[in-house]
């Protein structure tokens, strides 16, 4: 007996769903890791810039997002000021309504490399290591 197409669809959307969003660390059992000298902070971005990286293979269109963050708090090393000005690869924009936990190793020519940016819809921080690696 044949299953319909439409169960087989809703699976696969839902395989694509439960996939897609934002990375974030579990927040039950996932500490976040730093490097001796990154910039551990949370903060929100403004003034989104995005340049298309150049890839004939990459369907979804990556590009460097650059952006400036609204520092927030400082959990781990020393922020050089209010406004940070940062740049991440991404598929598309971050959200500017949402605070972001941010991982930032030392700047490459006064900007600041985004290793990871996870989004805090709720506002919960995952715990952070209590050294650098």
Known sequence: MKRPVWRLALVLTGFF??????????????????????????GRVADQTFEL?????????????????????VLKGRSPGPIISASVVAHTFLND?????FVLPPPEQGR?????????????????????T
């Open 17 to 42: 769903w439960a996939g897609s969003g934002q990375a974030e660390p579990d927040q039950q059992s996932e500490t976040v890791s730093y490097a001796c000298g990154d910039v551990v902070l949370i």
């Open 53 to 73: 990286l150049p890839n004939d293979g990459d369907i979804l269109g990556h590009g460097r997002i650059t952006f400036s963050i609204k520092v927030k708090q």
């Open 112 to 132: 600041y490399n985004a290793q990871h940016a996870w989004a805090l819809p709720k506002g919960e921080i995952p715990p952070i290591a209590d050294h650098c």
């Open 97 to 101: 309504r949402l605070d972001f936990l």
